[in-house]
């Protein structure tokens, strides 16, 4: 929830500035929802962040 607030205030001044388009910033978000996919999935231990 944090994390949305976060990004919402830079996300809506680079849209207005026309800096960033709503597609390029689903793109963005998708991978960058697929790295952390990604991430999670070769952890052993997610609640300790170990991957030995």
Excluded: D
Aim: contains cysteine.
């Amino acid at each position: 929830m944090f994390l949305q607030a976060g990004i919402a205030f830079p996300a809506g001044w680079l849209r207005e500035k026309g800096i960033l388009t709503a597609r390029a910033a689903m793109y963005i978000g998708s991978g960058m929802c697929l790295l952390g996919f990604l991430a999670l999935s070769h952890m052993n231990n997610v609640l300790t962040g170990s991957t030995s």
